[in-house]
């Protein structure tokens, strides 16, 4: 036994030491598009076939032949090709996050903001709020990396590439509804239904796929696990005393089968002889995680998910307008946290419970208070043309429900107008919550629109109208608040006059120096022009502009 646990032990330094040495040799992490494997091949998605060394894969004593093909196909051989694929996928990871890990130290964004407070015209400029405003991502980024947060982001990322799926369902089921209203199309109702129901039928297949395919699983084991959830014949088994029902615990009882199974996979890898292994380890990940589906997940996870739609329902009929406004109001600080990711299964398990997620239109009302401070600064900055320029570019975005660059190009860069937001976005939350008390639940089918592009995604208990109009209204209330909280308390009179300047000609003082000294006989002073001297030629009073750290790209 202790023989066996040694050579256990060294078996992941052995693939990991496989994957080292084939990275290199296929062009770099950053050469690696993708990362697949099958039975006995790592498939791999090159960006650059050129930068493969063939020979000298195939002189790599693991590497039994390469095959070139849609991807290219390295020869591992059954059992080895499992373990090493894993020890890849990570170094391709660890390189691709390298350069992020140890970037030149920007200043905090405090520190940015009160030595631009004090810079020349330069500071006020959009350049220099995007600059800022790629400082606080990075110093957020950064921030985020905890362990919780970047669990978090893990379980965004199992559910992030089903949206596609969700929202194009969500539209069909809404025009679905449409035409059964109108009683228009009575042949084609049925059609829709089939389309608009059978992805969600099967969601939690694709969530127990994704589960295993991100904490390093065999993603098609993950897939098998899940299905047992939805399986018809589950009706037959008792567990505690009672039947079970297809679906029992939805995609959280798929998420927590999937993650069973990638860790019984892992065990059965560091212990089943390489030569058992295709035969051993997928036959005890599907018995022994689909066991304790059966008579353990499924029921847990169906009372948490009861309890989520019981509480979500609780929360908006009795809580109302204010929840609605904590809500929209904390939303824009949870993005800014990255607390947002913990939503999406809470979401996808509305959505699959109710056929709406009732958080979602409220949510979407940070949007909109984003959309009215863009528009209040806009006017109270008449000169600065270059901020105006950027808002004017980020708005048609913003009403769609992009805010990113509205964020982080203008509010969170200034500071008031990202808190007078979060009040638009508060006020917009507690107009849609009280119409949620008042009986109208307004809810969205899908994830991840929001603004314009949830309109055709709305559904709740009444009428579409009824619906469109609750939803319309928050959207409005969310853009007035936002724009008179902005306007009147989103500036400090020393923020005003540094920021409402002319940047395209206050941008180079030199410029109006030189031509009046050129204009009395002398000669053009340069001590204003960039390279000749660290102080603007036009006063004199300025401190020079700080120099800005290279700004990282998220």
């Not at 598009?33 to 930068?51: K, Q, W």
């Not at 098998?224 to 995609?251: C, E, M, R, S």
């Given at each position: 036994?202790?023989?066996?646990?040694?050579?256990?032990?060294?078996?992941?330094?052995?693939?990991?030491?496989?994957?080292?040495?084939?990275?290199?040799?296929?062009?770099?992490?950053?050469?690696?598009?993708?990362?697949?494997?099958?039975?006995?091949?790592?498939?791999?998605?090159?960006?650059?076939?050129?930068?493969?060394?063939?020979?000298?894969?195939?002189?790599?004593?693991?590497?039994?032949?390469?095959v070139?093909?849609?991807?290219?196909?390295?020869?591992?051989?059954?059992?080895?090709v499992?373990?090493?694929?894993?020890?890849?996928?990570?170094?391709?990871?660890?390189?691709?996050?390298?350069?992020?890990?140890?970037?030149?130290?920007?200043?905090?964004?405090?520190?940015?903001?009160?030595?631009?407070?004090?810079?020349?015209?330069?500071?006020?400029?959009?350049?220099?709020?995007?600059?800022?405003?790629?400082?606080?991502?990075?110093?957020?980024?950064?921030?985020?990396?905890?362990?919780?947060?970047?669990?978090?982001?893990r379980?965004?990322?199992?559910?992030?590439?089903?949206?596609?799926?969700?929202?194009?369902?969500?539209?069909?089921?809404?025009?679905?509804?449409?035409?059964?209203?109108?009683?228009?199309?009575?042949?084609?109702?049925?059609?829709?239904?089939?389309?608009?129901?059978?992805?969600?039928?099967?969601?939690?297949?694709?969530?127990?796929y994704?589960?295993?395919?991100?904490?390093?699983?065999?993603?098609?084991?993950?897939?098998?696990?899940?299905?047992?959830?939805?399986?018809?014949?589950?009706?037959?088994?008792?567990?505690?005393?009672?039947?079970?029902?297809?679906?029992?615990?939805?995609?959280?009882?798929?998420?927590?089968?999937?993650?069973?199974?990638?860790?019984?996979?892992?065990?059965?890898?560091?212990?089943?002889?390489?030569?058992?292994?295709?035969?051993?380890?997928?036959?005890?990940?599907?018995?022994?995680?689909?066991?304790?589906?059966?008579?353990g997940?499924?029921?847990?996870?169906?009372?948490?998910?009861?309890?989520?739609?019981?509480?979500?329902?609780?929360?908006?009929?009795?809580?109302?307008?204010?929840?609605?406004?904590?809500?929209?109001?904390?939303?824009l600080p949870?993005v800014?946290?990255?607390?947002?990711?913990?939503?999406?299964?809470?979401?996808?398990?509305?959505?699959?419970?109710?056929?709406?997620?009732?958080?979602?239109?409220?949510?979407?009302?940070?949007?909109?208070?984003?959309?009215?401070?863009?528009?209040?600064?806009?006017?109270?900055?008449?000169?600065?043309?270059?901020i105006?320029?950027?808002?004017?570019?980020?708005?048609?975005?913003?009403?769609?429900?992009?805010?990113?660059?509205?964020?982080?190009?203008?509010?969170?860069?200034?500071?008031?107008?990202?808190?007078?937001?979060?009040?638009?976005?508060?006020?917009?939350?507690?107009f849609?919550?009280?119409?949620?008390?008042?009986?109208?639940?307004?809810?969205?089918?899908?994830?991840?629109?929001?603004?314009?592009?949830?309109?055709?995604?709305?559904?709740?208990?009444?009428?579409?109208?009824?619906?469109?109009?609750?939803?319309?209204?928050?959207?409005?209330?969310?853009?007035?608040?936002?724009?008179?909280?902005?306007?009147?308390?989103?500036f400090?009179?020393?923020?005003?006059?540094?920021?409402?300047?002319?940047?395209?000609?206050?941008?180079?003082?030199?410029?109006?120096?030189?031509?009046?000294?050129?204009?009395?006989?002398?000669?053009?002073?340069?001590?204003?022009?960039?390279?000749?001297?660290?102080?603007?030629?036009?006063?004199?009073?300025?401190?020079?502009p700080?120099?800005?750290?290279?700004?990282?790209?998220?």
């Amino acid at each position: 036994m202790a023989t066996t646990g040694s050579a256990a032990d060294k078996t992941p330094d052995k693939n990991r030491a496989t994957a080292e040495a084939i990275l290199p040799l296929v062009g770099g992490a950053g050469n690696v598009a993708s990362v697949a494997h099958c039975m006995t091949r790592l498939r791999l998605g090159l960006h650059d076939r050129s930068l493969v060394r063939d020979e000298a894969l195939r002189a790599l004593p693991a590497v039994l032949g390469v095959v070139e093909d849609e991807t290219y196909q390295i020869v591992l051989g059954p059992g080895t090709v499992a373990r090493v694929t894993p020890e890849f996928e990570r170094l391709v990871a660890e390189a691709e996050a390298a350069p992020a890990a140890s970037p030149p130290a920007p200043s905090s964004p405090s520190a940015s903001a009160s030595a631009s407070s004090t810079s020349s015209p330069d500071s006020a400029t959009a350049d220099a709020l995007a600059a800022r405003g790629e400082e606080i991502r990075a110093a957020r980024k950064a921030h985020n990396a905890t362990p919780f947060k970047l669990f978090l982001r893990r379980i965004a990322n199992i559910f992030v590439p089903l949206i596609p799926a969700l929202i194009g369902c969500g539209i069909l089921a809404g025009l679905n509804g449409l035409l059964t209203n109108l009683h228009w199309l009575p042949a084609v109702v049925p059609a829709l239904a089939a389309m608009a129901s059978g992805f969600m039928s099967l969601i939690a297949v694709f969530v127990g796929y994704n589960t295993a395919k991100e904490f390093g699983g065999t993603p098609i084991l993950g897939g098998a696990v899940a299905a047992i959830i939805v399986f018809p014949g589950v009706a037959n088994i008792d567990a505690f005393g009672q039947k079970l029902a297809p679906g029992q615990g939805g995609v959280l009882g798929a998420l927590g089968a999937a993650a069973l199974a990638v860790y019984v996979e892992k065990w059965c890898r560091r212990r089943v002889p390489e030569a058992l292994d295709v035969l051993v380890t997928p036959t005890l990940t599907v018995l022994v995680s689909g066991l304790v589906t059966l008579f353990g997940l499924m029921y847990v996870a169906g009372e948490i998910s009861t309890a989520i739609g019981t509480f979500a329902d609780w929360l908006l009929s009795h809580g109302g307008s204010g929840a609605g406004f904590v809500l929209g109001g904390l939303f824009l600080p949870l993005v800014m946290l990255g607390l947002h990711q913990a939503l999406i299964p809470i979401h996808t398990t509305l959505i699959e419970q109710q056929g709406y997620t009732v958080l979602l239109p409220i949510l979407a009302m940070a949007g909109a208070g984003q959309v009215g401070a863009a528009a209040a600064v806009y006017l109270r900055l008449p000169r600065n043309t270059s901020i105006r320029r950027t808002i004017r570019s980020a708005l048609p975005a913003g009403f769609l429900g992009v805010g990113e660059p509205l964020i982080y190009g203008v509010s969170l860069p200034l500071g008031r107008p990202f808190i007078t937001a979060c009040v638009g976005g508060a006020f917009g939350g507690g107009f849609v919550g009280l119409f949620n008390q008042l009986g109208a639940a307004v809810g969205s089918t899908a994830i991840g629109p929001s603004g314009w592009a949830l309109f055709p995604l709305l559904a709740g208990n009444k009428g579409l109208g009824e619906m469109i109009a609750v939803y319309a209204g928050g959207l409005l209330v969310g853009y007035a608040v936002g724009f008179v909280a902005t306007y009147y308390f989103g500036f400090t009179k020393p923020m005003l006059r540094e920021l409402n300047v002319d940047t395209e000609t206050a941008a180079t003082p030199a410029t109006a120096a030189t031509a009046a000294s050129t204009a009395a006989g002398g000669a053009p002073d340069t001590s204003g022009t960039p390279g000749a001297s660290g102080t603007p030629g036009a006063s004199g009073t300025q401190p020079p502009p700080e120099p800005a750290a290279e700004p990282a790209r998220a």
